[in-house]
């Protein structure tokens, strides 16, 4: 892989489900060793992006359009087998429903060492105790027990971090990680983060993190794709997205958190409306239905501009996000 | 002229204690899903159970609403003990008392209208037809649903229209105590603002008084006048929500603040997080001396030994620490 390519470059990806664009022109591009959120309510897209990468989409979903690049290698145009190759070793994904994806008839500690043994041909005895190893730093007590017991015998904060396990064992190129933490108690989740920093930094693993929760992305993230209705409407450093949003969304997403330190018992910021369906956003700008700004010129699609460094946003007006304080 | 005496708590649990007995593999243990604890919750107030997966926080409400047994302990509502209360008695208490589940997707009948769903405790308590009707139109617009909600069925409504329905029918009766399960965790993050809202309102206007269930802390403190840090069955530290989340004594509230993420980057690159080791451990087998002990970063020895009672700290919460609230006063260890 040539250092000077981005490890994961997504570009203009759409996917279609019953002739409604649910992702709508896609791009996003994450570096080695950076991390790269991509934030967003429930159906705006976040998990079908990330599943179109490894062309893992549901059966009801079609990928129309766009290119997905792994270190200058075009992973659309892969055969099924070269793919496969590809899975679990330089990729590895840690999917939102972690019962769901693994293997109901294998022990715990047989998926962790999988990969292992698949991509890096180690022997068993070498491949358990780097399993278990792995195990117990994201947390789990008594790894040596557990190795040994099937999913349907472990809570579900267990298998996520047996999934994440599995992901992170053999150091990927890129980590795709689906709400990895949305499961779990927010001690384990400070420990899962603390592993995924710790990813980044020895093996310089680019890690794509899905989340909706905005306090992970403030300490996970170097970068941030802001999600709605299918499309990437903000992205941009953290700072940048924390301190000076440019798009409506994104600033009365954030407005509407409740705050540590904020004042009590209060009324909060809400947005109007509710998360539309897929299909029903109205024409132009998805958000403008729910959006105080809008106007004429909001019922056409708005392009996404530079606002910043590395900023970009697409919103019409853009200019005037500071006013709704 | 009569003396000033604090009014009765409208809510008091005594010792409570749920414990569930196993069957199968594990004959003769039990899960002490709630092991003896006591609060107050006054009227018109705000009472928030926090703590982690499996700590009993359920469990504690449905004790509350004789929904689950109590092993030992009592509950006191308006001064009279309800612990034992079945069948048509418990039956008086929906007037009083309702709650409102995380999920409000499985609380709602698919095939009742919304309008029915909201009818449906007036029509159990046999209020007139006329009245079921109008009700439901004042309470749907109590919630903030237009009228033209009442005919529709919940899979036409988005989560946080569901929620606000289930709200509009737990307060269908006038009850003066809502329990509230992490009733804004299902919903989408621009939808929760709306309901924490519509809560705050409802309390402001009816009176109404809350014992809000959350893992979210964030949402504790802002909604919340008192709060309870629950670790495996106990109570770890409780008080007034200022106290507790500025000046947290127990180990476990220090760690559990520590660990929530904060939405703003520069203050969390900046912040020091306490790491706790392990994992909760199981309620079917707690330790005998502290909870915490297994995973806590300051204990001494008493604490394999002796449960440490809840004690009053100087900064204004309670905490069970035998190190950080010591039950002579003095600082043991350290
Ligand atoms: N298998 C499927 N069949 C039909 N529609 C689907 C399928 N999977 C996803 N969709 C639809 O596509 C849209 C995007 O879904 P996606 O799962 O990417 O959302 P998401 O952003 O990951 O949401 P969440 O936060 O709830 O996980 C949604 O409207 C969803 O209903
Ligand atoms: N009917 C039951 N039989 C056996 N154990 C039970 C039963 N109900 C609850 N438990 C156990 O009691 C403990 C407390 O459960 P509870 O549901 O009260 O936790 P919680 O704090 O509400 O957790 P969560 O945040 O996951 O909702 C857990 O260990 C749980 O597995
Ligand atoms: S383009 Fe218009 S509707 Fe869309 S976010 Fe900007 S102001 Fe709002
Ligand atoms: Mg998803
Ligand atoms: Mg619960």
Known sequence: ?325 | MALAESPQPLLQVRDLKVHFPLRGAHKDATVKAVDGISFDVPAGRTVAIVGESGCGKSTTAYAVLGLEKPTSGQVLFDGRDITHLRGRDRQALASEMQIVFQDPSAALDPKMTIGDSVAEPLAIAGRPRQERRRRVAELLDRVGLSQTFAARLPNALSGGQRQRVVIARALALSPRLLVLDEPVSALDVSIRSQILNLLLELQRDLGLTYLFISHDLSVVRHIADDALVLYLGTIAERGPVDALFEAPRHPYTQALLSAIPLPDPARQRRRERIVLKGELPSALDPPVGCPFIGRCPISIDRCARVRPPLVPCPTGTEAACHVRAPADGGVVGL
């Open chain 1, 1 to 325: 892989m040539n250092a000077a390519e981005p490890v994961l470059a997504m570009r203009d990806v759409a996917i279609e489900i019953g002739g409604a664009r649910v992702v709508d022109g896609v791009s996003i591009t994450a570096s080695a060793g950076r991390i790269v959120a991509l934030v967003g309510e429930s159906g705006c897209g976040k998990s079908l992006t990330a599943l179109s990468i490894l062309r893992l989409l549901p059966k009801a979903a079609r990928f129309t359009g766009g290119t997905v690049e792994l270190g200058g290698r075009v992973l659309s145009a892969m055969s099924e087998e070269q793919l496969a190759g590809v899975r679990g070793d330089e990729v590895a994904i840690i999917f939102q429903e972690p019962i769901a994806s693994l293997n109901p008839l294998m022990r715990a500690g047989e998926q962790v060492e999988e990969a292992l043994r698949l991509h890096r041909g180690l022997g068993s005895a070498e491949a358990r105790r780097e399993a278990i190893a792995m195990m117990t730093r994201v947390g789990i007590s008594d790894a040596e027990r557990r190795a040994e017991q099937y999913p349907f015998e472990l809570s579900g904060g267990m298998c996520q971090r047996i999934m994440i396990a599995a992901a992170l064992i053999c150091r990927p190129k890129l980590l795709i990680a689906d709400e990895p933490t949305t499961a779990l108690d927010v001690t384990i989740q400070a420990q899962i983060l603390d592993l995924m920093r710790d990813l980044r930094q020895s093996a310089g693993t680019a890690i794509l993190v899905i989340t909706h929760d905005m306090g992970v992305v403030a300490d996970l993230a170097d970068d941030v794709c802001i999600m709605y209705g299918g499309r990437i409407v903000e992205s941009g450093p953290v700072d940048a997205i924390f301190e000076e949003p440019r798009h409506p969304y994104t600033k009365l997403l954030l407005a509407t958190i409740p705050k540590l330190d904020g004042p009590r018992k209060v009324d909060l910021k809400t947005i109007a409306g509710v998360v539309p369906a897929a299909g029903t956003w109205p024409d132009g700008c998805r958000f403008r239905n729910r959006c105080p700004l809008a106007d004429e010129a909001c019922a056409t699609v708005p392009p996404l501009v530079e606002v910043g460094p590395d900023h970009d946003t697409a919103c019409w007006h853009s200019t005037r996000v500071a006013e709704l304080a």
